[in-house]
């Protein structure tokens, strides 16, 4: 069983509200990712990260925005939900081992912004 | 741009049967090739990975090709059962990141 855990796991939330889905992982893993997952099953990446202060954006634009203060810790910030929002999120994590290692996902958060 | 192509999205067969799963990659710098199968209200869990060193891999009744000249691989599950039905995910890592196919919901009748 990974050791990353996202919370909350459901949100429903009103539009214009601002909102912070969090993911934390016990495993010291450098590279941590936000994947957003649509109905139709597929993963893009909106947000990645290699370690400590460093944040990139991934392949899927998008209006949230993340932090990466700590190692374990890399929160993702909604400022003002709309319900284009609404969408599955998945956090994971993975060392940096050379480049090219499993990655571990979190149970995901399912958001809807109504 | 840099992306993954994954075929067929949906994938019945029956129990005992196998089953086989595509996917097409278009950076052929890539060298780690992961494939993660999802269970409803889960994340995707690991299931096996091959790297560009390796043609073939296999792992009781999962296996996986690598063609890299092609730029394809491949994911064989022999002797299916009704827990092997999921969401099947390929990927690939390009420039660092990994790139997802688009998935396959494979579904194994008893």
């Known amino acids: 069983e990974a050791d990353i855990y996202q919370t909350p796991r459901y949100l429903v939330i009103g539009t214009g509200k601002k909102i912070t889905l969090e993911c934390s992982q016990t495993m010291g893993h450098d590279k941590m990712y936000w994947y957003q997952q649509d109905p139709g099953m597929e993963l893009h990446l909106i947000h990645y990260s290699y370690g400590v202060n460093s944040t990139e954006k991934g392949d899927l634009s998008s209006e949230s925005t993340v932090s990466r203060i700590r190692t374990e810790h890399f929160p993702l910030t909604l400022e003002s939900a709309r319900p284009s929002h609404t969408s599955q999120y998945l956090c994971a994590s993975s060392s940096l081992g050379g480049g090219n290692t499993e990655a571990f996902f979190g149970q995901g958060t399912r958001l809807t912004v109504v | 741009g840099e992306n993954v192509e994954q075929h067929p999205s949906t994938l019945s067969v029956q129990e005992g049967d196998s089953a086989v799963i595509k996917c097409t990659y278009s950076d052929s710098a890539s060298n ?72 396959t919901e494979l579904s194994v009748k008893p």
Do not use: M
């Open chain 2, 32 to 103: 780690y090739f992961p494939w993660y199968k999802q269970e409803l209200g889960k994340g995707p869990q690991l299931i096996i990975d091959i790297r560009s060193n390796v043609g073939e891999k296999k792992d009781q009744r999962i296996a996986v090709t690598l063609n890299k000249t092609a730029k394809h691989f491949s994911l064989h599950i022999t002797e299916t059962q009704p827990e092997d039905s999921a969401v099947y995910f390929c990927a690939a890592s390009i420039g660092g990141k990994l790139i997802f196919g688009q998935g």
